[in-house]
C-alpha cells in the first residue's frame, strides 16, 4: 500500500446527521488503492445498513487521496482474551490492568462512567490519566481514529492464524488499537461496543497487548466507546493530529505467535 493511497470513510445516523442532532449508527474507516474504492464503499455501506444500533437515515461517505504523505508501517498488538462470567468480574479485570498501567483510581472512574453513559458518542473520549478529566472538547463528536487499516495479504495472514478472531469487527478495533497505542502519549485504551449484541471489549496498551475482556457490558445495552487515557501533558494538538491524520498500515510478516 505505497502509492495512490485512499482513505476512505463512512458516519451513519439515525434522525437526521450527527450535526443535526442525529444518533449515532455506525462508522468505519479504511485505507485502499484506486482499484479497491469500489469493493471498500460497498463494504462499508453494508456496515452502516444493517446494524444492530438502528436503520440510518443519514449516510456519508467521504474518500480522499492521500498526498505524498508518508505511510507509517506497524505491527498489530499481540491479542490475548480474559475469560470472565460477568459484567461485574469484567470490569473489575479491565479496572487492575488499567491501574496496573499507572493510571490513577480517579481517573479509572471517570473512563468507566463516560462510557456507562455514552450511548451517542462517534469518537473517542481523551482522558488524563492522573487526573482523570477529558482533555478532547469534541462532546459527542470525540475523536474519530482514521487512516488505518492493515496491509492486505497481512490480515489474511493474520487471520488464517488467529483463525477464532478473523472477524471484520476485530479486524477493525485491533487496527485502531494499535494506531492508538503505537503512540507515546497513550498509556492505554479501555473499549466496549456500543452495540447491543457486542459484550466483549478491551484494554490495550503498548505493554500489555490487546487484551480481549469477554463481559464488559450487558447484552441489549447501548452504551459504549473509547477512552484513550493519555500521559499528563500529552501535546493535545499533535496527538489528535496523529490520531486522525496520519496513515497507519497495520503489516504482520510471519507466522510465530507472539
Ligand atoms: N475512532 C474513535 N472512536 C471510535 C472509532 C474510531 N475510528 N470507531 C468507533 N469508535 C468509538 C465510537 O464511540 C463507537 O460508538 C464506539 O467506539 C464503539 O465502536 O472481540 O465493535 O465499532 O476483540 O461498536 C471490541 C472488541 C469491539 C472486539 C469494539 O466497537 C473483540 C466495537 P464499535
Ligand atoms: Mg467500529
Ligand atoms: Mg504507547
Ligand atoms: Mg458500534
Known amino acids: 500500500m505505497l502509492n495512490e493511497l485512499y482513505s476512505i470513510r463512512m458516519r451513519a445516523a439515525e434522525g437526521g446527521a450527527h450535526e443535526q442532532g442525529g444518533r449515532h449508527i455506525s462508522g468505519g474507516e479504511r485505507l485502499g ?15 452502516s445498513l444493517n446494524h444492530s444500533r ?15 504523505q508518508e505511510i507509517k508501517t506497524i505491527s498489530p498488538l499481540p491479542v490475548s482474551t480474559e475469560h470472565v462470567q460477568n459484567v461485574t468480574e469484567g470490569r473489575k479485570k479491565a479496572v487492575s490492568l488499567l ?10 472512574t471517570q473512563g468507566l ?6 450511548t451517542h458518542q462517534r469518537g473517542a473520549i481523551i482522558v488524563d490519566s492522573q487526573t482523570g478529566k477529558r482533555l478532547d472538547h469534541r462532546e459527542l463528536k470525540g475523536v474519530r481514529v482514521s487512516r488505518m ?9 493474520w487471520s488464517a492464524f488467529y483463525q477464532p478472531f478473523a472477524s471484520s469487527r476485530i479486524r477493525e478495533a485491533l487496527a485502531l ?12 485504551e479501555l473499549c466496549w461496543s456500543d452495540d447491543l449484541d457486542y459484550i466483549t471489549g478491551y484494554v490495550a496498551s503498548s505493554a500489555t497487548g490487546y487484551i480481549r475482556i469477554t ?16 500521559k499528563q501533558h500529552c501535546p493535545l494538538d499533535d496527538y ?15 507466522a510465530t505467535k507472539h
Do not use: M
Open 54 to 68: 438502528g436503520d440510518c437515515d443519514f449516510i456519508q461517505l467521504v474518500i480522499e487521496k492521500l498526498q505524498n
Open 33 to 47: 488503492q484506486k482499484e479497491e474504492l469500489h469493493k471498500l464503499a460497498t463494504e462499508l455501506l453494508t456496515k
Open 149 to 157: 487499516d492493515w496491509h492486505t495479504q497481512s490480515w489474511s495472514n
Open 240 to 254: 489528535i493530529s496523529y490520531l486522525e491524520t496520519t496513515p497507519v498500515c497495520i503489516t504482520y510478516e510471519n
Open 177 to 188: 488499537a494499535s494506531k492508538v497505542a503505537a503512540s507515546p502519549y497513550t498509556i492505554a
Open 113 to 118: 462512567n463516560f462510557l456507562k453513559q455514552s
Open 215 to 230: 463481559h464488559l457490558k450487558n447484552i441489549g445495552e447501548d452504551c459504549g466507546g473509547r477512552i484513550f487515557f493519555v
Open 99 to 108: 491501574s496496573f498501567l499507572g493510571i490513577s483510581d480517579e481517573a479509572i
